[in-house]
């Protein structure tokens, strides 16, 4: 947002250590400029806190100064009268443009939550579609149920076997005995 400034407070400003200019409505800092102006300090100092407007168009600068003297600008020369009415304005159009785009923002963000949502509920769909048509497919080929048995369970009969056998032979013989 551009300052706003009365020519009352660009007055104020009108010595080497804070110079301020306006030219064409819009007001200009030039006091790190002073001391490098082609034309001499003594014309900015003469023209400190005023409209030096009528000034900088008779001497005809070149382009390369016009668009220096942007690097300068600090804000715009409104009118006494309606500064508070105009500030108060631009104020509010400048609240508008930025709740503006608050508001496009946000939408942009609902539709793009929106659009995620949505596309995450298609490829649940697409799934649950998938999953109901491989439980209603009936062509897969039927198998017979493979009994295998491993081999670790016979080496444990077999283990289990002597081991009773050991068993019973050893009560036999001490029995007997």
């Given amino acids: 947002m551009t300052n706003l400034y009365t020519i009352d407070e660009v007055g104020r400003h009108n010595n080497d250590k804070d110079l301020w200019i306006v030219i064409h409505n819009m007001i200009y800092d030039v006091t790190s400029f002073l001391q490098q102006h082609p ?3 003594e014309v900015l100092l ?3 806190g ?4 009528e000034c900088f168009e008779s001497v005809g600068h070149s382009h390369e100064a016009i668009n220096l003297r942007e690097d300068f600008k600090i804000g715009e ?4 009268n309606n500064a508070d009415t105009l500030k108060t304005d631009r104020q509010k159009t400048y609240e508008q443009k930025v709740d503006q785009q608050k508001i496009a923002d946000r939408q942009k963000v609902d539709q793009q939550r929106t659009d995620l949502l949505q596309e995450i509920k298609t490829k649940e ?4 579609a998938e999953i109901k048509q491989l439980l209603k497919n009936d062509d897969w080929p039927y198998e017979e149920p493979q009994n295998e048995t491993s081999k670790w369970f016979w080496l444990f009969v ?6 009773i056998n050991a068993i019973i032979i050893y009560y036999l013989r001490n029995s007997i005995l």
């Fill in 39 to 41: 034309g001499g300090d």
């Fill in 46 to 48: 003469k023209l400190a």
């Fill in 50 to 53: 005023k409209d030096a407007t």
């Fill in 77 to 80: 020369l409104i009118d006494a």
């Fill in 125 to 128: 769909n697409q799934t649950k």
């Fill in 158 to 163: 077999i283990s289990a076997s002597i081991i």
